[in-house]
């Protein structure tokens, strides 16, 4: 009954290891979903949409990111550099921030982690209507988390 003591013992040690590892990775993870998360509010929903600020983007997006889209059986790619450059006329010449047309809701519907990779749906809506669904692909590099790909459904 010793021996049966002793592995008993050795067993709930082990699964209180494992549990701990695993609350452990939990908070991690959870931190990486709130740096992502606040990643794409500033770069993205205001970066690109609320606030037309280019240079907000060019810090969370990746310099090789690109839109993809389908175009017949082509794909179609629009770089992060004309993306910003047309946010950037677009706040020159007619933004109004008051403007309704001017003013993006929106909702993370799920955040997935996956060591240094990560992939965010995030639904977008315009007075009160749901304009986009987009799939945000994320990288973590030294520097931090970057938007490297979307790709989207215009509803």
């Not at 992502?36 to 770069?43: E, G, Q, T, V």
Request: aromatic share 12%; glycine share 6%.
């Amino acid at each position: 009954t010793m021996k049966k003591g002793h592995y008993l013992l050795v067993i709930v040690c082990l699964l209180g290891l494992s549990s701990f590892a695993f609350v452990k990775h939990e908070a991690k993870s959870k931190a990486e979903e709130e740096a992502i998360k606040d990643l794409i509010l500033k770069s993205y929903v205001h970066g690109a949409f609320n606030e037309l600020n280019a240079e907000a983007m060019k810090k969370g997006f990746h310099e090789d990111f690109a839109i993809y889209s389908a175009k017949g059986e082509a794909i179609s790619k629009y770089p992060i550099a004309a993306w910003t450059d047309g946010v950037a006329k677009r706040k020159a010449n007619d933004y109004d921030a008051k403007d309704p047309k001017n003013k993006w809701e929106h909702k993370f519907a799920s955040v997935d982690v996956t060591g240094g990779a990560a992939q965010v749906k995030i639904e977008l809506f315009n007075q009160g209507k749901q304009v986009y669904t987009d799939y945000l692909s994320l990288l973590k590099f030294d520097s931090g988390w970057r938007i490297v790909a979307k790709v989207y459904n215009q509803h």
